[in-house]
C-alpha cells in the first residue's frame, strides 16, 4: 500500500474557491497533486481487490458491500482452521495428537524421566547408577546419618552429635567401638584410649604410648619390656612401668656441667659423686648436684686446701 498523500499546498492544507469580487484567487491544483490522488485510489482499488480475491470472490460493480462479505468469509474460514488445529478444554489434553512432542517442547522430558525412574518412598527401590549426594543422607530421622565433611570426608552423625568421620586415609571414630565378632585391619589402628576385649587380640607388631594388661596385670614382650636401658659407660635403665630412671657414667676432666645421657622428664631427685682414682699429695672430695632435668655441676675439691679440682670421677643420678 502506498504512502499516505500529501495535502494541497497552501497555507492551511486545504482548498479554497476564488472570488472575483474581492480579487481573491481560488486554489490552483497541479498536475503532482492529482497524479498523488490518482495513484492512492488505484492502489485502494487494488488492496480492495485482493481482499475479495483471498476470499474467492470477483468484483460486480452493482454491488457495494462485498468487502464486507470479503472480510466476514474470512474471519470464518480461520475460525474453522483454528477449531480443527484447537485442543477442546474439555478433553483436558487427550486430543493432543504427539503428547511425546508435546512434552519435549515444553521442555520436560527429563523431568518426565526421572518422574519414571524415582524410588517410591512408600516402597523404596534399588538404583543401578550413580548417586551423587551434595550434603546429607539421613537415617531414620533428620539428625542422624551421614553429612558432607569436606572435600572427600564423610561424617557420621548420631541425634545430632558427630561420632566419627571417613576419608581417604582413614576411619575415625570419635566414641566407643562394640565387635560382637572379628575385627580384620590391614594397616595401623590407633586408638587415643583403651581397648578392652574378652577375646583375643593377635597382632604382628603392637605398640602402645602406655602400658598393655591381662585382667588388672601387666603383660611384657620382646616388644614390651619391662625396662629400657642403655648399658654404655655413660648409660641409663628406666622403668617403664613406674617411670623411676637410674644413670651412671665417668668425667675424664671435672669442675663442668655436664649433661644427664637421658633427660629427666619430671624430676632429678639427686646426683652422688665418687673419686675414680687416688688424686694427689691430700684427699680431694668429689661432689656434684643437678642443675635442671637435664644436666648436672661435677668437680673435686682438696679437704686441706679447699681449691677446685679436675679429677675425674664416677657419677650416678636418680629421678623420674
Not at 293 to 305: C, E, H, P
Amino acid at each position: 500500500m502506498k504512502e499516505i498523500i500529501s495535502p494541497v499546498e497552501t497555507v492551511d492544507g486545504l482548498f479554497h474557491d476564488g472570488d472575483p469580487s474581492t480579487g481573491a484567487e481560488g486554489t490552483v491544483v497541479h498536475a503532482k497533486w492529482l497524479n498523488a490522488m490518482q495513484g492512492a485510489m488505484i492502489d485502494t482499488q487494488t488492496e480492495h481487490k485482493n481482499i475479495l480475491a483471498a476470499a474467492g470472490m470477483q468484483p460486480k460493480a452493482e454491488q457495494n458491500n462485498q468487502i464486507t462479505e470479503a472480510i466476514n468469509s474470512l474471519i470464518l474460514q480461520s475460525l474453522k482452521e483454528d477449531s480443527r488445529q484447537s485442543l477442546l478444554k474439555k478433553n483436558n489434553g487427550a486430543d493432543i495428537p504427539d503428547k511425546t512432542a508435546f512434552v519435549k517442547n515444553l521442555g520436560l522430558s527429563n523431568t518426565v524421566e526421572q518422574a519414571q525412574n524415582a524410588l517410591d518412598k512408600r516402597t523404596g527401590g534399588t538404583i543401578s547408577g550413580s548417586l551423587h549426594v551434595t550434603h546429607s543422607v539421613n537415617v531414620g530421622d533428620n539428625d542422624s546419618g551421614l553429612i558432607a565433611n569436606g572435600d572427600g570426608s564423610i561424617a557420621f552423625y548420631a541425634n545430632n552429635v558427630k561420632t566419627g568421620e571417613w576419608n581417604n586415609a582413614r576411619l575415625h571414630w570419635i566414641n566407643n567401638i562394640e565387635v560382637s565378632g572379628r575385627l580384620n585391619v590391614s594397616g595401623d589402628a590407633n586408638f587415643s584410649k583403651s581397648i578392652n576385649t574378652q577375646g583375643n587380640i593377635n597382632t604382628w607388631d603392637l605398640k602402645a604410648n602406655g602400658s598393655i594388661y591381662d585382667q588388672g596385670q601387666r603383660v611384657y614382650s620382646l616388644k614390651n619390656p619391662p625396662t629400657s636401658a642403655n648399658l654404655s659407660q655413660n648409660g641409663w635403665y628406666k622403668d617403664n612401668a613406674t617411670g623411676f630412671i637410674y644413670q651412671w657414667g665417668y668425667i675424664e676432666s671435672t669442675d663442668v656441667t655436664q649433661n644427664f645421657p637421658l633427660t629427666f622428664p619430671r624430676t632429678c631427685l639427686n646426683v652422688i659423686v665418687s673419686n675414680a682414682n687416688a688424686q694427689g699429695d691430700t684427699v680431694d672430695n668429689a661432689f656434684g648436684y643437678p642443675v635442671n632435668n637435664a644436666s648436672f655441676y661435677v668437680a673435686t675439691k682438696g679437704s686441706i686446701r679447699g681449691n677446685i679440682a679436675g679429677f675425674p670421677v664416677y657419677w650416678s643420678a636418680v629421678g623420674f
